[in-house]
């Protein structure tokens, strides 16, 4: 890769923030994966590390070096490393970070001695067990000795919580998208990052609707409440360009759910079809798009049917896939 081509790949959107993709445009991660760094001047802090492609540590490399200010050669780069959530494509370039943050260092000069990024995430609720969460910990079990700090009690990983002041950033915990999903308010940009739950094009993907309709609404308090000073306007997202009118953005994702649901309550309460699988709702609510499309709104569409049966307005006849038979129970 030249020097024009990491370029192209760098993006200063402030003072404050520099966005650097991460070399791994596909379907879902539109033009790739969005990594960015912030702050004014070293040490800074880096929000995701992509997934570990050579092409993306070439990238970092150059933003580290031409276009972030290092004015302090004993400070390091990157003091902290944020991880947004567990997906692949956030955290599989941990590693490699790593051994970048050691290298640019040992060939600068400085008086003291190198001080590894502490890392941080959002914990993962204790007892919830699932094989993807082995992700992240096949990352973190390969991570050499004495290229992070751990905690004080020796873990690698500093949890975050909801709400917490980090630095000069403000985190909230917004599950939905994953269960360990957040959110990075950054009041120097008067901007919300907001990793997968919103996207810079299209529409975000989830694992839980009702969660995650809560985090949206969440996300739309935060910066309308009148008592804290949190307001933002741009989002910084995961994948896709900034989103310059942030709470347009998010009211349009909650209606947009909400418009699905009330689509398919009104298939479900179609008089000449007393049960429906997710599949025949599909057929139905996409027949104006490809099939192609239709596996992935199906998904979706399962997604809300298990929210409307959490809510007590529909009930499940069948098994959990999308052949289930779904039937209607109307609220008096």
Known sequence: MNNLEALS????????????LGQNPGKFTLQG???????????????????????????????LRETAVSSNTDEPHISDIILSHWHQDHVRGLPSVLALLRRLWDEREHTGPFEPPRLHKFPIPAGTF?????????????????????????????????FQQFMNLRVLHTPGHTIDSI?????????LYTADSVLGQGTAVFEDLSRYISSLRKMLDFGKDPQTPYPYRRLYPGHGPVVEDGEQVISTYIRHRIEREDQIIALLRSPNQTTWTTWSLVSKIYSAYPESLWLPAAHSVDL???????????????????HTNWGLTLKL
């Open 33 to 63: 994966t969005n990594t960015y760094i912030i702050g004014k001047r070293n040490p800074y802090v880096l929000v995701d590390t992509a997934e570990g492609r050579e092409e993306y540590i070439a990238v970092l490399e150059s933003a």
């Open 304 to 322: 809300h049917l298990k929210k409307l049966e959490k809510d007590g307005v529909v009930n499940r006849l069948g098994g959990a896939d999308e």
């Open 9 to 20: 790949s760098i993006a200063r959107l402030s003072d404050n923030v520099v966005r650097v």
């Open 183 to 191: 959110c990075l308010y950054i009041p120097d940009d008067e901007a």
């Open 130 to 162: 699932s094989p993807k969460y082995q992700v992240l910990s096949s990352v973190i079990d390969h991570l050499l000795v004495g290229s992070f700090t751990p905690t004080v009690d020796g873990k690698p990983l500093h949890d975050l919580t909801d």
